[in-house]
């Protein structure tokens, strides 16, 4: 059962960190998110808990300088579809709150600064695109996975094969700022391992950063990518 804010599967399925033995992993896990949604999937779209973890949309802020008086339209998409627009004061920032960015496509927003908020004139066009790192999460949001199960091994013609070998964790992710997710958690496989995550995509800059580390007491495994 899986739903915008909580889900619960029990069966054969993927464990939230990688496994250290073969066989397939049966078990049951729960997904619990706090002021956080993730839609629900389509019929046969299988359960991925890593994707389950994730916002599918980050709200981000867009802001910028300008000379007071400027007139800044935000838009979006190839059709120029006006957002919102603002009137620079004194202060010459401008800033638009709370915009949507999606997991599955870039966000193109474009900012055109009118001088003297005159619309006739010639303005000064800003590029300002948005992914969403797969990891994280929206600012003050968390999620907290829960999962535990056993190995089952395929051995010769036996239909159900043989189930051993006791797995499980726990993890909790916690949107810290839009630009920062932190996450951490103990599981059990074979070895007790610590969970360290981070996901880090700093507005204004060209820079993704996703780590996801189990450590333990002899070995350590780690899922790294750094754009």
């Known amino acids: 059962m ?3 804010k909580t889900d619960y599967v029990i069966g054969s399925q993927s464990t939230f960190w990688p496994s250290q033995g073969e066989g397939d992993f049966w078990g049951i896990t729960s997904i619990q998110r706090f002021r956080n949604v993730t839609p629900i ?8 808990p890593s994707q389950r973890l994730e916002s ?31 009137l620079v004061d004194a202060s010459g920032i401008y800033r638009f709150e709370n915009l949507p960015t999606g997991s599955l496509r870039i966000n193109n927003y474009r900012v055109f ?25 929206n600012s003050g949001t968390s999620a907290i ?10 051995i010769g013609d036996d239909f159900l094969g043989e189930f051993n070998d006791l797995r499980g964790g726990i993890s909790y992710r916690l949107g ?16 007790v391992l610590g969970l360290g995550e981070i996901f880090y995509q700093p507005a204004g800059l060209p820079l993704k950063i996703g780590i996801s580390t189990l450590i333990g007491n002899t070995d350590t495994e780690s899922r790294n990518f750094i754009y």
């Open 176 to 191: 810290l700022t839009e630009d920062l997710t932190v996450g951490v958690g103990l599981i059990e496989d074979e070895s």
């Open 41 to 48: 999937p389509p019929s046969g779209g299988g359960f991925n």
């Open 56 to 86: 599918q949309q980050i709200q981000r802020t867009i802001s910028g300088e300008a000379e007071p008086g400027t007139l800044v339209q935000l838009t979006r998409g190839a059709g120029e579809e006006i957002v919102a627009e603002v």
């Open 145 to 154: 996975i829960i999962s535990g199960g056993v190995r089952r091994e395929l």
């Open 2 to 4: 899986q739903r915008e």
């Open 113 to 137: 600064l009118y001088p003297n908020g005159q619309l006739s004139a010639e303005p000064e066009i800003r590029e300002v695109n948005y992914t969403t790192l797969p990891g994280q999460l």
